[in-house]
């Protein structure tokens, strides 16, 4: 009986131990847009930017215009679900504005993505890094936090 005891609590306090060291690690593994991945700094930054190179088509508060497509609302996230920052960097980077493409520095870029994600209403939180590589491990979630 009381060995049973001693099992069981001993079997509850592993199943425990197993569910706290393993949760961080998934969290780590799969960062989505929810979680805190641009600063608060950088989204100031890229508002300026984006006012005086993006907003005369996409619009000062991100609706879209005509052809120009929307950064901000339902439709943008829809579209973009699932896929990752570098996804909309790269767009960003190698095609925006689309009468200079490719002149946006990857400081400034990392910027403007930080300014699309804050007026989509995700949380600020860690500074977002600018290389390929990080921001391909940073999945966009379509439903911000309420
Ligand atoms: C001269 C007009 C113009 C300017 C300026 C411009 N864009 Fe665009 N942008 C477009 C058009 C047209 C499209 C749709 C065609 C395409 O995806 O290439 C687009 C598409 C996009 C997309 C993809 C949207 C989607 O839903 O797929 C992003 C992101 C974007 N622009 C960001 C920017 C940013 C950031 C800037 C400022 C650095 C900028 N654009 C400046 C015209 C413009």
């Not at 600020?124 to 936090?145: F, H, M, V, Y």
């Amino acid at each position: 009986m009381t060995s049973t005891r001693i099992f069981i609590s001993g079997f509850a306090v592993l199943a425990v131990f197993a569910a706290w060291s393993v949760t961080p690690t998934l969290a780590k593994s799969a960062p989505t847009t929810r979680g805190g991945v641009y600063s608060a700094e950088q989204a100031q930054q890229g508002k300026a930017l984006y006012d005086g190179k993006c907003a005369m088509c996409h619009g000062s508060a991100l609706k879209g215009n005509g052809p120009f497509p929307p950064l901000a609302g339902d439709a943008f996230l829809t579209k973009w679900n699932g896929k990752t920052l570098a996804d909309l960097d790269h767009k960003i980077q190698a095609t925006m504005p689309t009468t200079e493409p490719g002149t946006l520095t990857p400081d400034d870029t990392a910027r403007l993505v930080a300014y699309i994600l804050s007026t989509n209403t995700f949380p600020a939180g860690e500074e977002l890094p600018k290389d390929a590589e990080a921001l391909k491990a940073i999945r966009i979630e379509n439903t911000p936090p309420q």
